[in-house]
């Protein structure tokens, strides 16, 4: 069975950065690694996350808006080989989605160069002037991934057998267990590696071409390919 719907994970995949909140956070010159930590810890939620994080870049400029978020993200890079990888699927009429807990600033931009069928990602409640305010708009759970992917496939008519996933994190293992076939793509640690069917170690979107685009390809033991 043909694959017709992949999910991509964003920072770190599509992106050649680590996360797009930290390129904001680097920006300014500073970090929120407390927060990371009590976010991993189930000490704080989603929101409450994008709370501190929006604190710290009021700290810094306190009418921040919208468009500073633009301004900053622009020159974010595509990973190599991305226009080839959509390209690619595209020609085979697969409908393409980002799945991401990243800054739907630079999802947005990505997804109207890609022609990417549906941006998820997480944004802000701006004031009448475009500024953000105190609160996120959660769109993308950040450890509920595999649910986002799941109300996609439900949207789209789907089924787990037609359906792929790429990401490089362990919050992505999830997406992967809604799919037929998980790209770990530059995967951060031995967990991701293995609960994908297949691994692509080169910094090259178009490694991944092959595992989306060929039928024979199903899950159960990795298939062989680039480690």
Known sequence: ?????????????LLDVSSSWAEV????????????????DDEIDDQEFMRRDLALWHRHRPHISEQDLVSILAS???????????DALHARGIRTAIVSGGLDVVAQRIGRELGIDRVLA???????????TDEGIV????????DVV??????FGLSVAECAAVGNSAIDVAMFE???????????????????THVVTEKDLRQVIGPLTDDRVGRGPRSPGRR
């Open 76 to 86: 974010v890079p595509l990973m190599p080989g991305a226009h080839e990888l959509f």
């Open 150 to 155: 799941a109300g996609l496939q439900r949207e």
């Open 178 to 196: 809604r799919s037929r076939i998980g790209v770990a793509f530059l995967p951060e640690d031995d967990h991701v590696r293995r609960r994908a």
């Open 139 to 146: 769109r993308v759970p950040i450890k509920r991934k595999g």
């Open 25 to 40: 956070h680097r920006f300014f010159g500073d970090e929120n690694t407390q927060a990371l930590q009590l976010f991993l």
């Open 122 to 132: 997480n944004g802000f409640v701006l004031d009448g002037h475009g500024r953000l």
């Open 1 to 13: 069975m043909p694959i017709k719907f992949v999910a991509f994970d964003m920072d770190g995949t």
